[in-house]
């Protein structure tokens, strides 16, 4: 389900999650795959030693086993190829190895036949244990045939075509089918954990929002000029923090979060908020009160955008160069957030209309930010602002204030 809230679009992450969960899944493939490789070269090893004996001419079974082991590791690790055509290809591969080395190891290597079954089975998804059991059927088939024709098996009864049949490849199959079965039973019952994850998890992030922007509208009654400040800021927020290169879920986080930068002006007096002659210092003084008092709103609220707004209303006041609300803040030490959110905040307020200002054209906004580059503002998101100030300009547009 998508809500629409002003300025910040809510977004699905059901995509993200199982994107994570498919590259997790990779990792740990590739990791017993390398497990396996580590085993197979101790087998060449220990033959090499005379622990036992296994003839040379099996050696290009070997080799070709570990290049295929290693695959997972070059496409998912090495050149971050991840998709479904190069699992179903990772997992071709990882069932012809496992018909190859039988066919030579015959029963030594026996576990080999169900180690694709089970490896697919780490995806979550039964489409992945379904087509590994279906191709492993004929290679199991064609291994069985290829181990009876080299004479590879002399145990009794296969070496004959019928004890093949009979005793060698029906077993197996059944075993195989079996094993598959149990496989994509789990895989399904995991399918459905994730689904009910995956909307638990949305609709978290649903109720955050929709308080977060219940709240941003709590603070707009207490300033009636600047009803869309908040929902610009997002924007703005979302525009820096892409630019950034941060991920979509991360940029929607914090652009949500961005909307709470200000909650804690609620407890600061309204005739101060209103004032439209100079400050008193106690006034002042009250005034700087706000990003403590938001803080404090925060801190024990539940979910990750609760806790980073609350971050962002606490240190969005701090200046690069130290010189914030928090004298023992500076530069990298202020919240990357915070100090995305500061640009776009004193960008807004400069541009706005206010009881006691007039509004600064955006170039003149424009300027004032770009000399404070490393004052007040972080030097690197200064850039970015100005780089994709024409974005700003667009967002200016599409939510003016209105009376």
């Known amino acids: 389900m998508q809500v629409r809230v002003e300025g910040v679009q809510m977004i699905n992450f059901a995509n993200n999650l199982i994107l994570d969960y498919e590259k997790d899944s990779d990792r740990r493939i590739s990791a017993i795959c390398r497990a396996l490789t580590v085993l197979t070269i101790v087998t060449i090893l220990l033959n090499l030693l005379h622990v036992f004996t296994i003839s040379t001419a ?17 496409l998912y690790d090495i050149l971050n190829l991840r998709s479904k055509f190069i699992r179903y290809l990772v997992l071709t ?12 190891l015959s029963y ?56 093949v049949l009979v005793y060698g490849i029906i077993p ?8 598959s079965v149990i496989c994509i039973g789990i895989t399904g019952k995991l399918q459905r954990l994730i689904a009910s994850l995956v909307k638990k998890n949305n609709e978290l992030y649903e109720e955050q929002q929709i308080m977060v922007y219940s709240l941003s509208e709590l603070v707009e009654t207490q300033s009636q000029e600047t009803g869309m400040h908040v929902k ?11 630019a950034m290169g941060l991920s979509e879920e991360e940029t929607w986080k914090i652009s949500v979060a961005s909307m709470m930068h200000d909650i804690g002006k609620i407890c600061v007096p309204r005739e101060i908020l209103h004032k439209s002659d100079d400050l008193t210092e106690d006034e002042f003084s009250e005034i700087k009160k706000h990003v403590d008092y938001g803080y404090q709103l925060l801190e024990n609220s539940p979910g990750e955008i609760m806790q ?20 023992n803040l500076k530069g990298e030490h202020i919240n990357i957030y915070a100090r995305c959110i500061a640009v776009a905040d004193v960008f807004d307020a400069l541009v706005s209309k206010r009881c006691y200002k007039k509004s600064w054209t955006p170039e003149q906004a424009r ?17 970015l602002f100005d780089e994709h100030f024409d974005e700003f300009l667009k967002v200016m547009e599409n939510f003016p204030d209105t009376p």
């Open 108 to 163: 030594h290597v026996i576990i080999m036949l169900i180690l694709p079954v089970v490896v697919s089975c780490l995806y979550c998804e039964r489409t992945y244990v379904i087509y590994t059991m279906v191709l492993s059927i004929p290679i199991m088939i064609v291994s069985h045939l290829v181990a009876f024709m080299l004479k590879l098996v002399p145990d009794e009864p296969l070496v004959t075509l019928q004890g």
């Open 172 to 179: 197996r199959v059944i075993e195989l089918v079996a094993i």
């Open 367 to 383: 300027a004032e930010i770009l000399s404070q580059a490393g004052h007040q503002f972080d030097p690197q998101i200064t850039k």
């Open 93 to 104: 591969l990882l069932v012809f190895m496992s018909g190859l080395m039988y066919s030579i």
């Open 58 to 74: 099996l050696y290009p079974t070997l080799i070709v086993s570990v290049v295929i082991l290693l695959m997972p590791t070059l």
């Open 308 to 327: 980073l707004a609350a971050n962002i209303a606490k240190q969005h006041h701090e200046r690069f160069d130290g010189t914030g609300y928090q004298n």
């Open 232 to 242: 610009r800021v997002a924007a703005y927020t979302e525009i820096l923090c892409r």
